[in-house]
């Protein structure tokens, strides 16, 4: 051994040596929590595809609100499941619809005890699928779809909400949203956006989470998965538009991505560890090939050490406990 001997092992030899050295945590208030609700439900109801992650019924999904801060989550991120769709998803601008009445739910059961987030998509409401509206042709029109995001930012921030999360990758809706934020008198509210939003094979027990009714692609919209450059071009664009946070989506995939974007802006980076990842380490855990909880805390740990400040992840309640045992 050379002089004086290098040894990096020693500040591995045990728990504690390792804990007093880390250079990376991921803490309960960076974890935020998706929660389905789905209209006309009685009780929480099972989704296959997603073990362990439930579609709510509105007390559920108040129950489980209430959970998610007793275990020091930072957000709960509301999705919502309408009975009926249309081709304009009129019902997420309903300020009867689903969505917006969650949104009210949850902000009065635990008021600012955490953040109260919602989708701003229209893709859980509309008939066809599409995250916007379409054309006679069968695309998606972008600045038809702007009036309907406006009108919808306006509806979900009525409601309660804290922070709206656009996610449909149109051009300009960051700015729409938060003009229209502010013209109706909260400029309170604050947009994360779905900044890089790639057109992933990841999503599939989400579809199945919010019964989507797509046929088709949204490649037209969202980004090709080989692209780098492009997300830090609509990253840029969106903090120009007024972003207040920034999003990659999905998360393991697109590590890369997440490190890029945390160098190239100074607001929040989130990242969103979407179902797919999620059931990939839920089924291997189920056929004994992985230890659940410590892959579930390794790909956390990944994210947060790629540059992600906030996760999105359907473990957040999980994480969060097992985060406050551990530190």
């Not at 995250?131 to 309907?148: E, F, Q, R």
């Not at 999003?247 to 997440?258: G, T």
């Not at 380490?281 to 579930?296: C, F, P």
Request: charged share 25%; glycine share 8%.
């Amino acid at each position: 051994m050379p002089y004086p001997e290098i040894r990096p092992r020693r500040l591995r030899r045990n728990a504690a040596v390792r804990r007093l050295v880390s250079e990376t945590r991921v803490d309960p208030a960076e974890l935020v929590v998706p929660m389905f609700v789905k209209e006309g439900l009685t009780g929480p109801r099972a989704i296959a595809s997603l073990p362990g992650v439930l579609q709510h019924s509105r007390d559920s999904l108040r129950k489980a609100a209430v959970e998610a801060v007793q275990a020091g989550v930072g957000g709960i991120m509301l999705f919502g499941v309408p009975e009926q769709r249309d081709p304009t998803g009129s019902g997420g601008t309903d300020p009867a619809g689903i969505l917006n009445v969650a949104i009210r739910d949850v902000v009065a059961e635990v008021g600012d005890a955490t953040v109260v987030m919602s989708d701003l998509c229209l893709d859980e409401f509309t008939s066809h699928g599409h995250c916007g509206l379409l054309t006679s042709d069968g695309g998606v029109d972008n600045d038809a779809t702007l009036a309907a995001y406006a009108e919808m930012a306006v509806a979900q921030a009525d409601a309660g909400v804290g922070m709206v999360g656009p996610s449909g990758m149109m051009d300009g809706q960051v700015g729409v949203v938060r003009r229209a934020l502010d013209a109706a008198g909260h400029a309170d509210v604050a947009v994360l956006a779905y900044a890089a939003k790639y057109a992933s094979a990841f999503y599939g027990p989400f579809r199945d989470a919010v019964e989507s009714a797509l046929d088709g692609d949204r490649r037209t919209y969202q980004q090709d998965p080989a692209n780098l450059r492009e997300s830090l071009r609509e990253v840029e664009l969106d903090v120009a538009e007024g972003a207040d946070l920034v999003m990659v989506k999905p998360a393991l995939p697109y590590l890369d991505v997440v490190a890029a974007v945390r160098a190239a802006v100074d607001v929040p980076v989130a990242a969103y560890q979407v179902s797919g990842e999620y059931a990939m380490v839920e089924a291997a855990a189920a056929n004994g090939w992985i230890d659940r909880e410590r892959v579930m805390l390794e790909t956390l740990t990944s994210i947060r050490r790629a540059g992600a400040q906030v996760i999105l992840t359907y473990w957040a309640v999980e994480a969060a406990t097992l985060l406050r045992q551990r530190y």
